[in-house]
């Protein structure tokens, strides 16, 4: 047989020896003693690169030697972190409890059907009902959209932030059904005060004749916005914001300083508490001074009712030492502070964040959403994730 060749001129890439595309096979030998750790994640992702780029396969081995320390429980756990469960299932959850389970993050119940129970739902989808129609199964929005995308060419989609919680479905359909991949870019939302931007509701002002028609000087549409000369007003800035405990407790009053993505101000007033601690800071906008004069480039938020509450947590090593000696036992170096919360608020949109999305935080770090948005009285959990250098404490919001 013929031997496929791989790659053409320079390549980081790593050969297997004597390995023929279609004829690969490896496999993956994890003991069921415990839950899989990143050092088996390494393991098992190389198999599964080899197997893919040499379009082979991949066996998953259970090494039962040491039967003392294996439970089943171990077993089941590891195949659902390492297996691919299905690519789609039928669900048949009432309309009202699937938009609650998904506000609530709560996994269907129908996730957990075989196989052979989702072909049989599909069959009785496929079949309709007594009435019958043309079309008995009826692409969703969510599934069309990128479906629709990628067969027409489209390279890069443009949204508003308000359909970021759909992206990560956007792009599993597109790998699912083997699409190419389309760049999703997202711009603001454009809020207007005093005015509707919703079709629906301008609406029903001109067919109850409120207006007189679509170009009404007093509608947001194009027509009307050509005719008003500016009745709809734009949002008055922000007249308070947040800043961050510790920036707030090293400004003097007098100093000039630098808000991030607005402009300077000048600070000339700092009240305190009778502890001596930074409650609130005085100042005027400096719009026209310099951002290369000033010390400080501070992160801010408005104070609005849509800040998100946040819990931040940044963990340590579990053991206070590199690499242990010889014989010495690690509970002699256990680190006593491993886990350390902070309370802070971030931004509305943060709300739209999905579990397991990573995003950065200007200037605290790279954070891993644990626990997104459910209710406003429940915080966002968001994981620091390490970057490798000296670690530093986070700083508390206010």
Not at 77 to 94: E, H, Q
Not at 165 to 188: H, P, T, W
Not at 226 to 237: A, M
Request: proline letters at 4%.
């Amino acid at each position: 047989m013929k031997r496929e060749k791989l790659a053409v001129g320079p390549t980081f890439e790593v050969d297997l020896s004597d390995a023929k595309v279609g004829e690969v096979c490896l496999r993956f030998a994890p003991e069921p003693s415990g839950y899989l750790h990143i050092g088996h994640s390494k393991a098992a992702l190389l198999n599964k690169y080899f197997a893919d780029r040499y379009k082979g396969q991949l066996i998953i081995r259970f090494d039962d030697t040491n039967p003392s320390k294996e439970k089943t429980e171990f077993v089941d756990n590891i195949l659902k972190d390492i297996k691919t469960l299905g690519k789609a299932y039928v669900d048949d959850t009432p309309q009202e409890q699937m938009q609650k389970e998904r506000i609530d993050g709560i996994e269907s119940k129908c996730t957990n059907n075989s196989p052979e129970n989702n072909m049989k739902l599909w069959k009785e989808m496929i079949a309709g009902s007594e009435r019958g129609s043309k079309y008995k199964v009826y692409p969703t929005y969510d599934f069309a959209c990128p479906f629709v995308d990628a067969t027409e060419g489209i390279t890069h989609a443009l949204c508003s932030s308000e359909y970021a919680d759909r992206n990560a479905q956007y792009c599993r359909i597109l790998e699912d059904m083997g699409l190419q991949k389309v760049q999703i870019y997202e711009f603001s939302r454009l809020n207007m005060v005093y005015t509707l931007l919703s079709k629906r509701k301008l609406g029903w002002f001109v067919e109850n004749g409120k207006v007189d028609g679509w170009d009404d000087p007093r509608f947001p549409t194009v027509r009307g916005t050509r005719n008003s000369k500016g009745l709809v007003q734009r949002r008055q800035p922000t007249q308070r914001i947040w800043l961050d405990y510790a920036d707030a407790s090293a400004i003097s009053v007098g100093e000039e300083i630098t808000l991030m993505d607005w402009g300077n101000a000048l600070i000339t007033e700092i009240g305190k508490d009778n502890h001596g601690n930074v409650t609130q800071l005085t100042g005027v906008l400096h719009l026209e001074g310099s951002v290369k004069t000033t010390k400080v480039k501070l992160t801010w938020l408005p104070e609005t009712e849509d800040l998100i509450n946040l819990s931040l947590l940044d963990f340590g090593y579990l053991i206070a030492k590199k690499k242990l000696d010889e014989g010495e036992d690690f509970i002699d170096v256990l680190n006593p502070r491993t886990k350390k919360e902070t309370l802070a608020l971030g931004d509305s949109n943060m709300r739209n964040l999905q579990r397991g999305e990573i995003l950065q935080l200007e200037r605290k770090g790279y954070f891993i959403c644990d626990v997104p948005y459910s209710r406003s009285s429940k915080p966002i959990v968001l994981l620091s994730i390490p970057d490798g250098r000296q670690q530093t404490s986070l700083l508390k919001c206010v």
